[in-house]
């Protein structure tokens, strides 16, 4: 089983909303990531989780505050953000950070921001 | 220049047809090379995953690494409607699991 399971689907949120996408795999997987992808782009990496320490973030605005609760979830805290902040949200997964892992992907969460 | 070069599509070809997907790198330290798909407003499918140099093949799809020309190919053979996505390499180095895409190709598999 490979699969890695996003909530919500799809959400749409005002500029002053506060909400969280949430993230959870079951493949013991130890590395854990967020990607924001617009249309017609691939993926761009924000956010890496290793051993459910904070490993990279990629200069993300603090408007976005992942968390790691456990090996198996990922969060995403959304808060104050910006129309241009409407994307397809991607989480991500892979056994370790470094060697030769293959890192899997949700389906994502569709963020429209008003 | 983009670390990863790949054609943009779309790629538009009859069914049954065998489809050529390209990308080249221009960082020689890249050792893991992946193909995914993703169907419209959906997540990337991983399809493919090699190491170094060489070919993998599964089912209708074969992946190909030439590292000396920096040019990594994903073939599907009898393709089908369904394989109508856009088509992602991507690849990293042996340092960490930081994948560095390209732009993806629109393939449209016409019945």
């Known amino acids: 089983d490979t699969e890695v399971t996003q909530t919500p689907k799809h959400l749409v949120m005002g500029m002053t909303n506060k909400k969280s996408l949430k993230c959870e795999q079951h493949?013991?997987?130890?590395?854990m990531y967020w990607y924001k992808q617009k249309a017609k782009k691939p993926p761009e990496l924000m956010f890496v989780y290793s051993y459910e320490k904070l490993s990279i973030n990629e200069s993300v605005p603090s408007r976005f505050s992942p968390e790691c609760p456990n090996s198996s979830l990922l969060n995403l805290h959304l808060h104050a953000l910006q129309p241009e902040d409407s994307a397809l949200y991607l989480c991500?997964?892979?056994?370790?950070?470094?060697?030769?892992?293959?890192?899997?992907f949700g389906p994502g969460t569709r963020l429209t921001v008003t | 220049q983009k670390e990863v070069e790949q054609d943009p599509g779309p790629l538009s070809v009859p069914e049954g047809a065998i489809v050529s997907l390209n990308c080249t790198y221009s960082n020689s330290a890249f050792q893991y090379f992946m193909w995914y798909r993703q169907y419209s407003r959906k997540g990337p499918e991983l399809l493919m995953y090699?190491?170094?140099?060489g070919n993998k093949e599964d089912g209708r799809f074969t992946a190909q690494v030439d590292k000396s020309s920096k040019y990594i190919s994903l073939f599907i053979r009898d393709s089908q409607p369904s394989d109508s996505a856009t088509y992602l390499c991507a690849m990293r180095d042996n340092a960490g699991n930081m994948l560095t895409f390209g732009g993806g190709t629109r393939l449209m598999v016409k019945p």
């Open positions: 090699t190491y170094s140099s």
């Open positions: 493949m013991g997987h130890r590395a």
């Open positions: 991500a997964s892979s056994q370790e950070t470094s060697g030769s892992y293959e890192q899997y």
